[in-house]
């Protein structure tokens, strides 16, 4: 099992690795938050202490951290709305590119970064790539307020459009709500399986309450996979 843990990560960092050679002198980059996106700051910031000129907007407090303790210079949207690249991970990736994103709680702000770019590459192992979506529970950040209801609106909703299940509350190992940097909760919708994803993501959309979901659709242009044989690229359709 050990082993098995280690060539992911190994996986992980090649794709990272690859996703390195996006990055130009003068960028603006959008930094992803999860275990995939940690190796890639730790990569850029090799570069930037070799010398590489880039401005980063991390998607988490977890994620601005690592960047400065790494050296990488970082800056916030207000400040730097538009950017270049964003390098991000994804739980799941579809063969048109669409992702299930959100499973280290960052989406809602994710989602705010990678709109604010010319361009988004996912990095993954292998593992992440799926023929349908929905195995991987859907994350959606939601308000606290009227937290039941709009969980009940969420099952209702995903039911209707073929992908019925439960969305229980993320809960922190003290089984307190896990809460968001931006101050939400967060549901994961055990679904199964997603055949229309556009239409389970307009349906969410539509629910107050629900501040986003993690469901990214045309976000990314660009996957990198690392797998046993070494790494892919693929292009969105």
Request: charged content about 25%; glycine content about 10%; hydrophobic content about 45%.
């Given at each position: 099992?050990?082993?098995?843990?280690?060539?992911?990560?190994?996986?992980?960092?090649?794709?990272?690795?690859?996703?390195?050679?996006?990055?130009?002198?003068?960028?603006?980059?959008?930094?992803?938050?999860g275990?995939?996106?940690?190796?890639?700051?730790?990569?850029?910031?090799?570069?930037?202490?070799?010398?590489?000129?880039?401005?980063?907007?991390?998607?988490?407090?977890?994620?601005?951290?690592?960047?400065?303790?790494?050296?990488?210079?970082?800056?916030?949207?207000?400040?730097?709305?538009?950017?270049?690249?964003?390098?991000?991970?994804?739980?799941?990736?579809?063969?048109?590119?669409?992702?299930?994103?959100?499973?280290?709680?960052?989406?809602?702000?994710?989602?705010?970064?990678?709109?604010?770019?010319?361009?988004?590459?996912?990095?993954?192992?292998?593992?992440?790539?799926v023929?349908?979506?929905?195995?991987?529970?859907?994350p959606?950040?939601?308000?606290?307020?009227?937290?039941?209801?709009?969980?009940?609106?969420?099952?209702?909703?995903?039911?209707?459009?073929?992908?019925?299940?439960?969305?229980?509350?993320r809960?922190?190992?003290?089984?307190?709500?896990?809460?968001?940097?931006?101050?939400?909760?967060?549901?994961?919708a055990?679904?199964?399986?997603?055949?229309?994803?556009?239409?389970?993501?307009?349906?969410?959309?539509?629910?107050?309450?629900?501040?986003?979901?993690?469901?990214?659709?045309?976000?990314?242009?660009?996957?990198?996979?690392?797998?046993?044989?070494?790494?892919?690229?693929?292009?969105?359709?």
């Open positions: 099992m050990l082993k098995r843990e280690m060539d992911v990560e190994a996986q992980k960092r090649a794709a990272a690795a690859k996703a390195l050679e996006f990055v130009r002198p003068g960028m603006r980059l959008g930094l992803g938050t275990s995939t996106a940690k190796h890639f700051i730790e990569l850029l910031s090799e570069k930037v202490r070799g010398g590489l000129d880039i401005l980063a907007v991390p998607t988490s407090e977890a994620t601005r951290a690592q960047a400065m303790a790494s050296g990488i210079p970082v800056t916030s949207l207000d400040t730097t709305p538009e950017l270049d690249l964003t390098v991000d991970g994804a739980d799941e990736i579809a063969p048109d590119l669409t992702l299930i994103k959100g499973g280290g709680g960052a989406l809602l702000r994710e989602k705010i970064v990678a709109s604010a770019s010319t361009l988004m590459v996912v990095i993954a192992d292998e593992s992440k790539w023929s349908l979506l929905g195995r991987f529970p859907l959606i950040e939601i308000a606290p307020f009227g937290a039941g209801s709009t969980r009940r609106l969420i099952e209702t909703v995903a039911a209707v459009v073929g992908s019925p299940g439960q969305a229980p509350l809960k922190r190992p003290d089984g307190q709500a896990f809460v968001t940097d931006g101050g939400h909760w967060i549901v994961d055990h679904l199964q399986r997603i055949p229309d994803p556009r239409r389970l993501a307009a349906q969410l959309s539509a629910i107050p309450g629900v501040m986003e979901h993690g469901l990214f659709i045309d976000v990314a242009q660009t996957a990198i996979l690392g797998g046993p044989d070494g790494v892919r690229v693929i292009e969105r359709p």
